[in-house]
């Protein structure tokens, strides 16, 4: 079983790449929340393909349809579902080599899985594209979060081996920085290096190669006492999410591996009162969390994000109807690099995931 | 709400560190498992604190009783409950210091939490004392796993800035390798490297500082096919736990962050049939998952351990009652480094976890 | 929070009467079922409206379109969402009366909990029509369960005060029994009293009012040893499960509340081995059920379901928006007894809870 | 999977009737509240067993322990464990008739349930002992409920065929009814009935055998608004708990199976405006739930309870090792009617439902 998450915010995803639709059921938003259509459309259209050059050719409309719990512009506090059909999918594209094992990709777990019954098109269950209902889940949370001061961003820390020079003061980042982030749909800090990161992304494009990213997020804002010990640490509640997004193979909170190079006295993060009487630490090397719980601090974390695994090169995999080695050559319109898109899709749900633990 | 974790195999912990008793209920256990006591002992044993200079000079015998779900040797069915009676505390050295708030601890997190009504003393539900019972259960669900062919095992990877030169070979890693591992206290692989870890811990120690570290896991013979797309993914499961454990803020599977910095080309783990007809990849980059679910590799991941907070040097910080900024100086018996007690609970954990995506 | 229901088959339901559409989300159906459409399609016939002077004179065709979960005629193993799009809606006849107060409908309380920003219209998220998707996914899961030779079957045992004077033999119960009980959409087994309860119920629809009635079910080859002790225990599951449908105000198992004038004596079903070897029993006073698990005879229940409460009568209420009490008289077209269309929920609901009991 | 239940206040019981203790977890307890030792004990002492001729003679002291989430005489937050170390068993009287299969009991579908691994002795987990420490979980939540005004009181509805005469006045029964009903240890309100209530018992235990019997709950002052439509409406939540607790077999809410006697324009609860501008109903037949959710006025269920099961008379029955027929006598100590002592456990699993409902 796969599809639900949550306990006070409940979700439940549902769809294959190419059947009819995907789709999400929220259950748990408190009623008389307005909806704002055109908020939810430009989150959404931030994941959607086609955009740029950077992204895959493919042009998915995204056009999301609420079905229930939506009443006069506001939640009705009913379980709010909403689909998207699929359209303009290239069925014929994956036919043909649907018994060659995609590396990188699910086709042989999938299969496994589920005794071969699975709609293997396009990826099926297991494709980028139930990353949009995601979004469409997020951009309601986020639009909760924001009426209650809580904003979120991130930037795109590194493409490949090109890191963001500049970074982002954890301490003190405010509102205006994460909003300008969030409008780019490149996000980064130094420029210059956003364009080599750009560069690069078009290069193994060329190559018919794919390179891959980390993305660090930040939720500024939340209040002191969200989060349990243990099994809901905030900790715990997020990487559930994170690593629930396709791609995702690592994710750190604060300084994360990099703490593990500090002595005590320095990756501990000293308290003082600050001017307006709240306690507040010097640094934020846990990334605003303790004990599984936010401190007050600003919520740091990073996101590892794989290279696309669909690539134009050749590659060695097996047959898995005659058991056989072969050679693929994979064809379709694929994303030279995933993470520009997979920005708003981490930001998404991670605000599923702060309102479920904020929720009461 | 915070202590129940699964839906196979539900685990539900409790106690503080210095209250009556800390333990868990394993909900779930099939009928019939016989139960080693020794086994549960030895792995109990690996946690427990007094045992080298490395730890802590508390001692804690961790005499865990098993109150219910046992009987004639085996495992009923229904829940097993044990528990820790708590002694050898001195209360006395915590109260003194009880509003001052140790930096890098869950104090201020807890006390905003709970409404100052949480048991503080020790770290109460927070110290890493709880991690014990998570050691129990994950002995139970150890054995029930090796009897399947199962093996998990862990190095630490690096201590500080010191890392092992040697490295698993994580595509054909075999069962001695990391049974060799398991009964090793101070597992490296490079023993030489393990020497330098050591004497940088005593250093620390005599420093009055603390250092963090990394610790590798991998598990092997998992068939394909655990695990789900999305929210029960493998790689979502385990990280739920691992971020449970105290003092983890990082988890990465196979390259994790590293495999940001590589090509689609070189990420992918490209397929071929073996010689007894099986289904294999040349590389594990993926650490044994894709797509959520396993696909008959290693599974490998990594988790970074942050130094533990309790330093015996004097910190900044405030007190809590009258809200100024004071000077710390923590008394009591500390570890230098938790790393090599964080060992058994990293694979601990990683047993539950496992035992609760293969359990029907 | 209210629409997400099981843990290893779980259902998400969705929609409101008047909105765009209902549906359901059912996650944990394992792959490579065949999908019998047409089995559905009887099966949410028998429960909709329109088809009997008996029942109201909405017409709702209950089309159902599978959206996910569904590939070359089987589950997949990934969530099965289906949708039932609404039409036919006289919203404005609710309008009218939105502020009015329906006795015995959940205007009152579903206004009080959502804050007033439900949709009220037709009941919305409260309306019985919502049933229809649990129709849809319990003839899944009875098809499922009729492979492994389990059989539902139900018959009403009374309407109003007429009762069937003929009774089942709830120890030797057969499979051709229930079928054929099934097959009737007013299922009783001595047919003069079926027609005396028809007369009743038209007569009561002349006098616009409403008659209610009582469910009897049987699930017959439930192997023994299906539930838990407490909590998941069968009737645990299956009250819970049946008090969720609208209108059910009591629900009892084998002799249920005749079982308290019982002695112990009379009570206990003693065992004896069958000519096969089986164990069973003499008589079935506890329904099939000890210690809340089967116990290879017979499942029995009885749902007790109240008059409809919407009926032409005039009925004292009050105006909620101006506090006043009022005479309401309420229009539209409405069941004079919801009973027979009931029988066909309550044999879905219980086949989606012994199907979820019985999932690895 | 068995001894888990909740989502805001979780409980995990766990114990066996003649293993080293019984206990439960209470997970989700607000900090805080101060713990009433001596109301938990008044409150276990009217379940525990030897008090009167009515009951068993086996003496138990139900002696808990707090093992965590206690600190200072308050909640803590964190999980609260508690247990009761058994005492006072005869095993030996339950070896000697082990492979014989109790009618009525668990014994044998406990059996083939864990494949004969549980623990037999006394009931084992099915036994009614388990019921204490929901009573210790109940006194708890009923006195956080009690501090907002919520009163939950029971009668004895009837004893086999012996009904109570009197009835409550279930449309504005007040507070110190139900609390008078609480003191009495077989709470009656025709005193004259209930003498001929105990004397039936008494008739019963000298022929060797049992009776059941209903009981009569009701909780007032509850707001509107709690609950929820379909799978967590009160009807539901409360039915799930009721019928774990072992020997209930039957469960209304209102009037429960008699509304199904009653039209339409009888069992609707027609609205008024009270003089204090409150919105009621003149009726109470739906037991103050109307679509799942409270409307304010009491709320009022039944349950019934089965003949104890375990009977001095002799019984047929089949040896599960040898597979023959048999004819047993039980020895041992038990109660005539089990109805009395189950009163307090009906109102503690009642109190522990109304606050999971309740707390967010």
Redesign the interface.
Known sequence: ?????G??I?I?????SH?????I?I??LK??NEIDLNYIKEQMKRRAPGLTNLSTARKEQDEF????????G????????A?ILNNDTHSEDYKKTSNM?R????D???R????N???YRGG???SGR?TAPLVFAGALCRKILEKRGIVIGSRIE?I??IRDKSSVDIVSVNKDTLLDLSKDGFPVLDKACGEKMKESILK?KGEG??????IETIVINLP??I???????V???L??????V?A??????????N???????????????SKD?N?K??TNN??G???????GMPLVF?A????????A?T????N?EN???VILKIKGRHDPCIVPRAVPVIEAITAIGILNLME?
């Open positions: 079983m796969s599809g639900i998450w306990n006070k409940k439940s995803i549902f769809g294959e059947g009819k639709a995907i789709g059921t259950d748990g009623p008389g349809q609420i079905l229930s719990g939506y009443f006069n506001r939640t009705t506090g009913t379980p709010l579902c689909i094992l590396p990188g990709h699910a042989f777990t999938g496994v899985k589920y005794h019954f699975n709609d099926g269950h297991f139930l590194s490949g081996k193994s190669d794919s390179l891959g990213g980390i002191a006492g989060g349990d010990p243990f099994f809901d640490s900790e715990s509640t990487s559930h999410l994170l690593f629930s396709p995702v193979k690592g994710v750190e909170f604060g300084e994360g591996f703490i593990t190079t500090m002595k005590g006295s320095e990756a501990n993060d000293e308290y003082y009162m009487n306690i630490t010097y846990n990334g969390i303790l004990g599984g719980i936010t401190n990073r590892a994000v794989k290279p696309t695994p669909s690539i090169k590659q060695k995999t097996v898995i058991r056989e080695n009461e």
